[in-house]
């Protein structure tokens, strides 16, 4: 059974950084795109990043395009998601998951498997 599991969450004060992970198992990594989520309780959840299966590729939203990076290890079959200069409003249960499909999307329904979601909460 694939398994998908985003790490690193915690809480952080705003102008800080966080680091999080996403580990993949019983999953040929590098043929999934990876993308990163995030969702406040009672909205939709909202595509901020993703990355190429080989890394050439990656695709923002605005409201993180200069303080998120995405990058993946595929070796480790694992992805990063580096989050800088932190704001309150990017408090959220962030998620990652891997899509089969063939560009990096930013939307919920490219994407075939999920993490289980990893909570970040940035104080002001």
């Not at 605005?62 to 409003?89: C, H, I, W």
């Amino acid at each position: 059974q694939v398994q998908v599991v985003a790490s690193g969450g915690g809480l952080v004060q705003a102008g800080g950084s966080l680091r999080l992970s996403c580990t993949a198992s019983r999953l040929n990594f590098d043929g999934y795109q990876v993308g990163w989520f995030r969702q406040i309780l009672g909205k939709e959840r909202e595509g901020i990043g993703c990355i190429s299966r080989r890394s050439a590729t990656t695709n923002y939203a605005d409201s993180v395009k200069g303080r998120f990076t995405v990058s993946r290890d595929n070796a480790k079959n694992t992805a990063y998601l580096q989050m800088d200069n932190l704001k309150p409003e990017d408090t959220a249960m962030y998620y990652c998951a891997a899509s089969h499909s063939a560009f990096c999307a930013l939307t919920t329904d490219r994407y075939d498997y999920w993490g289980q979601g990893t909570q970040v909460t940035v104080s002001s």
